[in-house]
């Protein structure tokens, strides 16, 4: 519960499960203020407003993960406060040919972030795509290959490691999409899809995740793994499916109010991010070229008057006596969930 926001204030709360802040601003505002004072909030809402579709499927292929051709589209009319001027580096008109090469028809056209089946088009010729693009406004939109499957999974992956596979049926109505009584799967197919959903969200750093992989000729195609608030109605998913999200998601929550250091950043941040910072702190190649040197600096009173601040930053630790209010608030873990 919420009744004020303070900056930089630290919540109540050890770990919250967010299902609700794309929806509403306010309450993504509210937990990345929340995660900068030590919250472990369920996704991580700083990566979530940087996350898009596209983007995901080029990090896909970085990652080893098939994807199906995609290209990404300028918006059909300009975007508010701008003009001409602001798109010179844009040519005009695109190459429409050499798109429509490389994806192929039929194909689908859909925003680059979002979701929900929202704005999604099944295009089955040029003609059709001038005509629905035009219907898109201001939207981003990327054009996609069709990948006509014979096996459709959706795969839940909480908390990392804990991934839940389902066969799936997209064309059907929502409450029918889930396939409890459908042909047998090769343990091979099942342990890739399992090892790509874990790469995939090794990769974005998401806690609580699904991902829809469409399976042509044997190989698995990610279609759909940016839904960071994914469907767990009990009425769509089945009983069965809505049961296991609900003990894996308690035991995560529980697992990381358990593993909560209060004042410290208590984030999932995904390899792409960690990746990129790794380099800038280790720096492996400055420490091999002056090796020789630094032994005898070891020496000199510049060396010794280093020693002397460590002994002096050791009562730092004291601090931590000053985080001990928070260490019983995470004790008393309050978790919220929609």
């Known amino acids: 519960m919420i009744d004020k926001v303070m900056q930089a204030d630290p919540t109540e709360y050890a ?10 601003p306010f309450y993504r505002a509210y937990l ?26 080029a990090l896909a292929i970085k990652t080893g993960v098939p994807v199906p051709k995609t290209v990404l589209l300028p918006s059909k009319e300009r975007p508010d406060d701008t003009t001409e001027n602001s798109f010179r580096n844009l040519k005009y008109p695109m190459d429409w040919d050499g798109i ?38 201001q939207l981003i939109m990327m054009l996609q290959e069709e990948i006509v ?46 090892d790509y959903t874990i790469k995939l969200n090794a990769a974005l750093g998401y806690d609580f995740n699904t991902v ?16 960071p608030a994914p469907d767990a109605d009990i009425n769509s998913v089945g009983q069965e499916n809505f049961e296991w999200v609900v003990e894996t998601a308690a035991n995560m929550a529980i697992k990381r109010a358990q593993e909560h250091k209060p004042g410290q950043m208590n984030l999932t941040w995904g390899t792409f991010v960690k990746n990129a910072v790794a380099p800038t702190t280790k720096k492996p190649a400055a420490k091999k ?3 020789k040197k630094a032994a005898p600096a070891i020496k000199t ?10 002994k002096k930053a050791t009562p730092a ?22």
């Open 15 to 24: 770990v919250i499960i967010d299902r609700i802040s794309q929806d509403v």
């Open 32 to 57: 990345k203020n929340a995660a900068i004072s030590g919250t472990a909030v369920l996704n991580n809402p700083f990566w979530w407003s940087a996350d898009e579709k596209f983007f995901n499927n």
């Open 100 to 137: 429509f090469e490389h994806i192929g028809f039929p194909a689908y056209m859909k925003p680059f972030a979002g979701g929900g089946w929202k704005n999604v088009y099944k295009l089955n010729n040029a003609d059709e795509f001038f005509k629905s693009h035009s219907e898109t406004g």
């Open 149 to 194: 499957f014979n096996e459709y999974f959706r795969c839940y992956c909480l908390g990392g490691n804990e991934v839940r596979i389902m066969q799936y049926e997209p064309r059907n109505p929502h409450h029918l999409r889930y396939v409890h009584d459908g042909p047998p799967l090769s343990k091979k197919l099942l342990d890739t899809v399992k």
């Open 212 to 227: 829809e992989f469409a399976v042509r000729d044997g190989i698995p195609y990610a279609i759909d793994f940016c839904n």
């Open 289 to 291: 070229a002056p090796a």
């Open 301 to 310: 009173p510049v060396a010794k008057k280093a020693p002397a601040k460590a």
């Open 317 to 338: 630790k004291t601090t931590t006596a000053a985080t001990k209010k928070p260490v019983k608030k995470a004790t008393t873990t309050k978790r919220k969930s929609k």
